[in-house]
């Protein structure tokens, strides 16, 4: 019998990843932004039907486009590790090398892969999260995709993978620089973007998602007497060094 979901926040989620020891294999389900041309070629200058083109909605991807990418994947996490020991995706590699073959160099030894390091963000000693501007990221190595779909936000229909591909940007293949037969996928994805996990710890967790905070704007009149009541009340020496500045400026 299959366990109910356990509904749970993304600061929980980040927290639970704080606990894992070693190698875990688990099932993501994810939501997040597929990589598009926002024209068809560089002739043919014909804009992408899911590309916002109202200007003032383009602070971020998300409002940027109209369409999402459901994937549900099997990844294997890597979590707390020895200090000075080798990052978790070159020991993938070198995993994945000796399973088909080991490269040797001029004196027979083995040569063993060492990345350049990462191009951005920092990885966590303890857990599989990335801390980049502010935004937290699961650093995970993709084993196999189950299944996926593309859906417009506008519209909630769904869009057949025929009618993206003119549009879709592809991603080039590491196996030639890792020199395997089969490319190690590690990818990074946006916390927020997690929609559900199973295999942690025997219990399926469903990822709540950010409520929006309504703000209010307040008027000018709230302005000031914010800004009053917040306000230091000034001493007499404050004056005269307010009279002072006045008359060196004059």
Known sequence: MRAEPQRITVEQLISLLGHIRGCRIAIVHAETIPRLRQKLSQ??????????????ARDSDS??????????FSVAMIGHRKPRSPSPYEVAVNSRRAKDWQPLGDDGTPVYFE???????????????????????LDIQRLRILSYSYYDIRTGRSITQT??????????SDSHQQQTSQSVIWRDYRIDRIRKVTGLNGQPYEIARRSKIKVTRETRQEQIERRRKTRLPTTKQDNRNRRSRRRDAA
């Open 43 to 56: 002739d043919d200058r014909t804009p992408c039907p899911w590309f916002n083109t109202d200007t003032t």
């Open 163 to 172: 009618q993206l591909e003119p549009w879709l940007i592809g991603r080039s």
């Open 115 to 137: 990345s350049s390091g990462r191009a951005w963000g920092r990885r966590r000693k303890s857990a599989p999260l990335v801390d980049y501007r502010g935004q937290v990221y």
């Open 63 to 72: 409002k940027r486009w109209h369409i999402r990418k459901r994937t549900t």
